[in-house]
């Protein structure tokens, strides 16, 4: 249960009429840019919180931020049918959820597969999009990455409570971040994991797992440049961990070429995807909307 000084639960329909889930942090600080937060694959707006809170209580401009479960995902209803869960789909839902809310424009932080919803958004209604954070996502993913999370969701076992799930995490992807803390593991898995009637559920419908199954990855994956290209007047911050396997440091490197208002940050120590409340991160995710505002 949200306590009303953390956020506020906001609940509203899809066009389908799908039950859908966000987080609004901040109700009341209007004025300066919202915050749109979009997750990963199976992950959801739990992912935010403490970016959330920085950004709407400690920052010096304290900013509304939203939180968005995708369907399938966190407090959101699951579909029936599998094949909803789409790049499209998912980005005319945060769309219809930001009108809902009424607001007509903001930054988007986009991790993962929040950033390729992303690209979406500035497809759809590009005047929406006001600044872009990219944490650890690029117009190439590679498919030695893909097929590390594929490989996790399909074969990583079935925790037995939270501390046994924390154990799991830090043995498949302890590797890839050495720079994180106990508490930052547990803080991850509680957002992954519910205990529901004596066992553990994972936070989203494992259904999902179908969108990454069916992917070959014997051919390459579509390249996103193009879509890049179409945020080149957007203020952008881009987020690569030290050892991800998803965004190339070659990739990295490119789009700090291209972008004309770029940032970047290399996150040491972490992999796909970085923590973004770890690493100092909040605040130079405050700073970067500082300048934006200006």
Known sequence: MAMAAEYDDFFYSAQD????????????????????????LTRNA???????????QRARTKRKVVAFDYRGRGESAWDK????YDVIVEAGDVMAGLAALGIGHGAIVGTSRGGLVTYAIAALRP???????????????????????????????QPKNMADAVAIAKATQGSAFPALTDADWERSVRAFWREDGGRMAPMFDPALL????GIDLNKPLPVLWPQFEGLYGVPMLAI????????????????GRRHP???????????????LETAGLPTRIAAFLERVDH
């Not at 739990?46 to 709407?56: E, V, W």
């Not at 396997?245 to 490119?254: H, I, R, W, Y």
């Open 81 to 84: 049918d599998w094949k909803h």
């Open 46 to 56: 739990a992912d935010f919180h403490d970016l959330a809170i920085h950004l709407s």
């Open 210 to 213: 179908n969108t990454v199954t």
């Open 127 to 157: 005047a929406l999009m006001r600044a872009v954070v990219f944490n650890d996502i690029g117009p190439v993913v590679e498919g030695a990455g893909l097929a590390n999370i594929r490989a996790y969701l399909e074969r990583a076992p």
């Open 17 to 40: 009429g799908l039950r859908l889930h966000a987080r609004v942090y901040g109700a009341g600080n209007e004025g300066a840019l919202p915050v749109i937060c979009l997750a990963g």
């Open 240 to 255: 690569r961990g030290e050892n991800s396997m998803l965004l190339s440091a070659e990739t990295f490197a490119e789009m």
């Open 261 to 275: 208002k770029i940032e970047t940050v290399t996150v040491p120590g972490q992999g796909h995807a970085p923590f």
